[in-house]
């Protein structure tokens, strides 16, 4: 930021950053004064509406290091938040994304991020609730004669998953579940029996891990989202069909984060009506 300002336009534009870098954390004052190891007093004025007062350079270096954010983005000199190492380490990467059941770099991530809590929007049905019939018939048009050997090279890595110590909050589109349910589009020519053996396979394993294991359904007419997955705090990834575009940097994570917040909240079915949605679905399909 080339542009000159005064001393109590700087020191508005670092209380209105101060506070932004706060709410994204999910940090109040109390909690940044324990950080940084001054008085809960000390944040409040550094807060104070109409203050011309500019902490010193101690106190920014410190706030800048418990938030996450770079020390010149707080004074108004940068308009990136990150530090300089944390835009050359952290960059995006975007890597390739194979038609596989689990493939390499996913594991490696959840492999990663074991004992965090894992947030995930899928392109379709979650692989890791399908039934095995349901992944051959999924996947045996792409992965052909070894579609066997992918399954129960993938039943391992699941299983792995499953046992991460990991909590896994899913969120997908209520219009998915149907069109499953229904056979239509994606689904289209899926048997009677594969889909009702599904729906089982989700009721088990709601009543086996919920709530370390939770699904919610959400109207895609009222919000939106694209596959993504949040791995706790370290690392958020977007999925492009060929390609993931993974984020490092804490500010982004945190966005990717209060984006799939705000689905649950927005959600139709909640985790814990899923069993009912899930029996109502079941008898159509019976039916």
């Known amino acids: 930021m080339s542009t000159k300002i005064d ?12 506070n932004e870098a ?3 954390r999910g940090t109040n004052r109390s909690m940044l004064a324990r950080d940084i190891g001054v008085d809960r007093s000390t944040i409040s004025q550094l807060l104070a509406p109409g203050s011309a007062r500019l902490p010193n350079a101690q106190v920014v270096g410190e706030c800048a290091a418990a938030l996450g954010v770079s020390a010149d983005w707080l004074l108004g000199l940068s308009d990136r938040p990150e530090s300089a190492a944390e835009i050359l380490a952290n960059s995006f990467e975007l890597t ?14 959840h492999r990663e991020a074991a004992g965090y809590k894992i947030r995930h929007v899928p392109a379709a049905l979650p692989d890791m609730l399908k039934t095995q019939k349901m992944l051959r018939w999924e996947y045996a048009p792409h992965l052909g004669r070894t579609t066997d ?18 909590d896994y909050e899913i969120a997908m589109p209520l219009h998915e579940m149907q069109s499953f349910a229904r056979a239509e589009g994606y689904y289209a020519g ?6 009702l053996e599904q729906i089982d396979r989700f009721l088990e394993l709601h009543e086996q891990l919920y709530p370390t294991l939770r699904l919610s359904l959400f109207d895609a007419r009222r ?11 370290l690392l958020a990834v977007l999925y492009l069909g060929r390609n993931y575009l993974a984020f490092r940097d804490s500010l982004r994570v945190q ?3 209060q984006h799939f917040d705000a689905l649950i909240r927005a959600a139709t079915v909640m985790d814990r009506d899923l069993p009912g949605f899930l029996t109502r679905l079941r008898g159509d399909i019976a039916d």
């Open 7 to 18: 001393k109590r336009a700087r020191a508005d534009l670092f209380r209105a950053r101060l």
């Open 22 to 24: 706060m709410q994204i």
């Open 96 to 109: 390739k994304a194979p038609r596989a059941l689990v493939d390499e770099q996913i594991f490696d991530w």
């Open 149 to 166: 050997q992918a399954i129960g090279a993938s039943e391992d890595r699941l299983a792995w998953m499953r046992g991460s110590r990991s």
């Open 190 to 195: 899926l048997p009677v029996a594969l889909r």
């Open 223 to 233: 919000v939106y989202s694209a596959p993504i997955t949040v791995f706790g705090p």
């Open 255 to 257: 966005a990717f984060t």
